[in-house]
């Protein structure tokens, strides 16, 4: 497997990470497919529970999406405060409203310290983590969000449609027998 998709201590994750199914996303807040996959994922984790991991890398489409970089350093900052899933969350609900002021909204919202959020927000240590997480997505040709990896393959099917949380499950009953 490609040493970019083992799953690390910098990546953020949702389930146990022994689970038998591993899903990574690249993914951009501002991206309208990223947001319809949110929903599929919230659902495969309701379907899948305990046998999947979930995993979010930034992969910011800067050249299309505007406030995709900012949306990306406030889940970073809100990580910070551990919150990221948190904010993942109110970014992709509240897709619509991604200006910085928005942002600051939704760390209200999320009651986290609005200074260190603020402090925190586009400095060195999110760009790192934004970064390492777009550069590992360039590395593995994702070119698009978003783009999916289960259990180190390319996943290429329809994730639009029930097809993808049945993969996810065949890949889940087959790595218990």
């Not at 501002?30 to 992969?59: D, S, T």
């Not at 910011?60 to 889940?75: D, G």
């Not at 996943?155 to 949380?165: A, L, P, T, V, Y």
Request: hydrophobic share 35%; proline share 3%; glycine share 6%.
């Amino acid at each position: 497997m490609n040493s970019y998709l083992h799953v690390n201590n910098t990546d953020h994750i949702q389930g146990k990470e022994d689970a038998p199914v591993v899903l990574i996303e690249y993914g951009d807040y501002q991206c309208p497919y990223c947001k319809k996959a949110y929903y599929i994922i919230k659902e495969a984790q309701k379907e899948l529970g305990e046998q999947l991991v979930f995993v979010f890398r930034n992969f910011p489409l800067v050249e299309l999406h505007e406030h995709a970089l900012h949306a990306a350093f406030a889940a970073e900052a809100a990580a910070e405060q551990d919150k990221f899933w948190q904010m993942h969350d109110e970014l992709f609900e509240n897709q619509q409203y991604l200006e910085d002021g928005d942002l600051i909204s939704y760390a209200e919202k999320l009651d986290l310290d609005i200074n260190k959020f603020k402090e925190d927000f586009g400095q060195d240590n999110c760009y790192q983590k934004i970064q390492k997480d777009y550069d590992s997505g360039v590395r593995l040709n994702v070119g698009g969000t978003p783009s999916f990896f289960v259990n180190g393959e390319p996943f290429d099917g329809n994730w639009m449609s029930r097809e993808f949380i049945d993969y996810l499950q065949r890949i889940g009953t087959e790595t218990y027998k």
